[in-house]
């Protein structure tokens, strides 16, 4: 089972919006409505940020939205704010019991 | 509200193995189920398998296949996760998480450094 594939970085300023895709396969994105986003600053554990696509967790900021089209989650922050500046990952069920992540992209806040 | 709590660092010899913990509190792991999740240094997420306490039954990512073993005791409320044949590749955090409908709560993270 390979990695999702994400950019290894995203950048935007201060009010933004920006978009980070997770690119999979017909056996896991494609397959699946099952695609979690983690926000993840340094040294800390992931935090969930979406699940089932586009749920979003209580006490998860509206400004964060999760999509899916085909092979393809994506995840937009809207009205980027400093604290948004964070590692990212996507996750998705991939049949038979098993989860498989994405490679991860470094947002940065310019 | 659920606490995921893991045991501390462990510094383990190549070919070794290594067991971490992770106790829950605020719920009862019966009725959870716990992935097991990795993170080597710089680099991403990588899920390494799961169980379910309550039927006792774990599936694992292929990649870590015969090599991994994750195990559970409902009576102290606690997840395990043995990793054998240590290489320095495995130098890693190590997390568990609960899985809801995405990994909803996770522990504070185990590092496992594998050093000759």
């Known amino acids: 089972q390979s990695a999702l594939t994400q950019p290894a970085s995203v950048s935007g300023s201060p009010g933004q919006s920006i978009t980070i895709s997770c690119t999979g396969t017909?056996?896991?994105?494609?397959?699946?409505?099952?695609v979690s986003w983690y926000q993840q600053h340094p040294g800390k554990a992931p935090k969930l940020m979406i699940y089932?696509?586009?749920k979003r967790p209580s006490g998860v900021s509206n400004r964060f939205s999760g999509s899916k089209s085909g092979n393809t989650a994506s995840l937009t922050i809207s009205g980027l704010q400093a604290e948004d500046e964070a590692d990212y990952s996507c996750?998705?069920?991939?049949?038979?019991?098993?989860?498989?992540f994405g490679t991860g992209t470094k947002v940065t806040v310019l | 509200q659920v606490q995921l709590v893991q045991s501390g660092a462990e510094v383990k010899k190549p070919g070794s193995s290594v067991k971490v913990s992770c106790k829950a509190s605020?719920?009862?792991?019966?009725?959870?189920?716990i992935s097991w999740v990795r993170q080597a240094p710089g680099q991403g997420l990588e899920w390494m398998g799961r169980?379910?306490?309550?039927?006792?039954?774990?599936n694992y990512a292929q990649k870590f296949q015969g090599r991994v073993t994750i195990t559970a005791d409902e009576s102290t409320s606690t997840a395990y996760m043995e990793l054998s044949s240590l290489r320095s590749e495995d130098t890693a955090v190590y997390y568990c998480?609960?899985?809801?409908?995405?990994?909803?709560?996770w522990g504070q993270g185990t590092l496992v450094t594998v050093s000759s």
């Open positions: 998480a609960r899985l809801t409908g995405g990994f909803d709560y």
């Open positions: 605020g719920g009862t792991i019966s009725s959870y189920t």
């Open positions: 169980i379910i306490p309550v039927f006792g039954t774990a």
């Open positions: 017909s056996s896991d994105v494609g397959s699946y409505n099952l």
């Open positions: 089932e696509g586009s």
């Open positions: 996750c998705s069920y991939a049949g038979s019991s098993t989860y498989v």
